[in-house]
C-alpha cells in the first residue's frame, strides 16, 4: 500500500500563531500515524521561487493523511496558519 504524505510550503506565521498551531499539529498527526521526515533542512531551488519554509509528514497510507487533515482536531490548528501564505498539498506515495 503506498503512503500517504502532507507537503507543505509556507512562510511563519510568527509569534503566538506558529506556537498554537505547533501545539495542536504536534498532538493531533501522531495520532494519526503522522511521522514528521523534513522540516526546513538544508536545500537549494534551482527551479521556481523561493516560499519558505518545507515539512513533509509521512502517514501510513494516503487515506490516513486525509483523515487528519480533515479531522475536527486538525481543523482547530489551521486558522492559525492564515497569515502564513501556505501552500499544502495531500499526496498519494508511489507504490514500494
Not at 503512503?3 to 510568527?14: A, E, F, Q
Not at 500515524?33 to 494516503?62: D, K, M
Amino acid at each position: 500500500m503506498a503512503k500517504g504524505y502532507w507537503i507543505s510550503r509556507y512562510t511563519h506565521p510568527g509569534g503566538d500563531a506558529q506556537a498554537s498551531y505547533q501545539e495542536i499539529a504536534q498532538s493531533v498527526v501522531p495520532a494519526f500515524g503522522g511521522r514528521l521526515i523534513i522540516r526546513n533542512g538544508r536545500h537549494e531551488t534551482p527551479e521556481g521561487g523561493e516560499t519558505g519554509a518545507t515539512v513533509v509528514v509521512e502517514f501510513e497510507s494516503y487515506e490516513k493523511a486525509v483523515q487528519c487533515y480533515h479531522s475536527d482536531e486538525y481543523q482547530k490548528a489551521v486558522p492559525f496558519m492564515d497569515g502564513a501564505g501556505r501552500n499544502l498539498i495531500i499526496i498519494e506515495g508511489a507504490d514500494e
